[in-house]
């Protein structure tokens, strides 16, 4: 009897581990090769503690699309395809005598759009690196995805193309 109490309690926690490492959402591991070379899609300035995103993403950003997700951006589209890949580059803001420049980079942040390897965080993977190039995303549909989805009509893409 005793035996068999610890053998279904191992089970259970086999299980309970099983479920665990599935239903974390897989991330991308590395930052594509050429994305500075990407189409420029928009540029923004944090510079305020009175916005909600300043602790976070204070200064500088750019936002670099490739061929397939500046495709979609240029057509206002609605859904990105599979294979689409934007990067949000984030720099220090630094005051150059009442010029804003872009200083010091912080932090360099990636979607990839791959509906079946990404299926559990709404399509996309999520993945951010650190100044030291540390990747810092652990729960992508925590960290990123769940403030996303308030574009989710836009498939949880923020930014929009300026002509
Ligand atoms: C609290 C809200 C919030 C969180 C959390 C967040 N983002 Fe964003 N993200 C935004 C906003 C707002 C924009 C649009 C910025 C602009 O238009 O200039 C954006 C833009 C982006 C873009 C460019 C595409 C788009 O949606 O415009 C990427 C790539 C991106 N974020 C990746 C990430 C990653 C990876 C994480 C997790 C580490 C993350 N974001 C977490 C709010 C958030």
């Known amino acids: 009897m005793r035996i068999f109490l610890i053998g279904t309690g191992l089970l259970m926690l086999l299980s309970i581990a ?7 959402a897989p991330t991308p591991q590395r930052l594509p090769a050429g994305w500075r070379n990407w189409t420029h899609i928009t540029t923004g300035v944090i510079y305020s503690k009175e916005h909600p995103l300043f602790g976070a993403f204070g200064g500088v950003h750019h936002i670099y699309a490739n061929r397939v997700a500046a495709e ?10 599979d294979g689409s890949q934007i990067v949000f580059v984030l720099y220090e803001a630094k005051d150059e005598n009442g010029m804003y420049v872009a200083g010091k980079k912080k932090v360099t942040a990636l979607m990839v759009k791959d509906s079946k390897r990404y299926a559990k965080s709404g399509g996309w993977g999520w993945q951010a ?9 652990k729960d992508p549909v925590g960290q990123c995805q769940s403030c996303h989805d308030q574009v989710k009509n836009r498939d949880r893409v923020f930014s929009r193309w300026n002509p």
Do not use: C, E, L, T
């Not at 099983?18 to 974390?24: P, T, V």
């Not at 979609?72 to 609605?78: I, L, P």
């Open 72 to 81: 979609a951006y240029r057509k206002n589209a609605n859904k990105f395809p």
């Open 129 to 137: 690196w650190d100044a030291s190039g540390k990747a810092i995303v």
């Open 18 to 24: 099983a479920i665990a490492g599935q239903s974390k």
